[in-house]
């Protein structure tokens, strides 16, 4: 196969990776690839969304291909906790192309963390943070990496497999309208 980074002349088609033999376009997963074969570990389809997964130490640099193939929206990133390792699922469209495509990440479940999109994508800064707060993902280079939906001080991630649901959590209001995350309830009936 050969590769132009051009359309075919005379085909009506967005610009992209096109193949010679029948001047076929290929989806977005099987163009990154063919752009990066020692970084993409496989490319296929998730729920008829191209889908390609990516060595996490080269995240950064295919997440800004695929910015500039015109995935112009991250519009989910969800973690996974597999109990023998974490998943990052990434979930970006095209307004332009009006297109799919989903990336993946594969993390060591006792060293949860890759880089950070928020520099890419202004809108990974709260789904990332969200993904951190309930899943206990890091994401390095994050400018504000902590937690969104819980208050500062509970304990553990609640979706993961190994969150403590033996332990009980209250959350009660200081006097200077602060959260105060406490496993002691007696202070919430008051007479």
């Given at each position: 196969?050969?590769?132009?980074?051009?359309?075919?002349?005379?085909?009506?088609?967005?610009?992209?990776i096109w193949?010679?033999?029948?001047?076929?376009?290929?989806?977005?997963?099987?163009?990154?690839?063919?752009?990066?074969?020692?970084?993409?570990?496989?490319?296929?389809?998730?729920?008829?969304?191209?889908?390609?997964?990516?060595?996490?130490?080269?995240?950064?640099?295919?997440?800004?291909?695929?910015?500039?193939?015109g995935f112009?929206?991250?519009?989910?990133?969800?973690?996974?906790?597999?109990?023998?390792?974490?998943?990052?699922?990434?979930?970006?469209?095209?307004?332009?192309?009006?297109?799919?495509?989903?990336?993946?990440?594969?993390?060591?479940?006792?060293?949860?963390?890759?880089?950070?999109?928020?520099?890419?994508?202004?809108?990974?800064?709260?789904?990332e943070r969200?993904?951190?707060?309930?899943?206990?993902?890091?994401?390095?280079?994050?400018?504000?990496?902590?937690?969104?939906?819980?208050?500062?001080?509970?304990?553990?991630?609640?979706?993961?497999?190994?969150?403590?649901?033996?332990?009980?959590?209250?959350?009660?209001?200081?006097?200077?309208?602060?959260?105060?995350?406490?496993?002691?309830?007696?202070?919430?009936?008051?007479?």
């Open positions: 196969m050969v590769v132009w980074d051009y359309p075919v002349e005379g085909k009506n088609q967005e610009p992209g193949s010679k033999m029948g001047a076929e376009q290929m989806n977005p997963a099987e163009e990154l690839k063919q752009l990066f074969p020692d970084s993409v570990i496989s490319a296929g389809l998730q729920i008829k969304k191209p889908l390609a997964i990516i060595k996490k130490e080269d995240l950064l640099k295919v997440a800004g291909k695929v910015k500039e193939m112009d929206h991250l519009s989910v990133i969800t973690g996974i906790d597999y109990v023998d390792r974490f998943e990052v699922v990434y979930n970006f469209f095209s307004y332009t192309k009006k297109q799919n495509l989903v990336l993946k990440i594969i993390l060591d479940h006792n060293n949860p963390e890759v880089s950070s999109l928020s520099s890419i994508w202004k809108g990974a800064d709260w789904l969200e993904t951190y707060d309930l899943v206990g993902i890091k994401f390095s280079g994050h400018p504000n990496l902590k937690r969104i939906l819980l208050p500062d001080g509970w304990i553990g991630h609640p979706l993961r497999k190994d969150y403590d649901m033996n332990i009980e959590q209250f959350v009660t209001v200081g006097e200077d309208g602060e959260d105060i995350v406490s496993t002691d309830g007696t202070n919430l009936l008051r007479r």
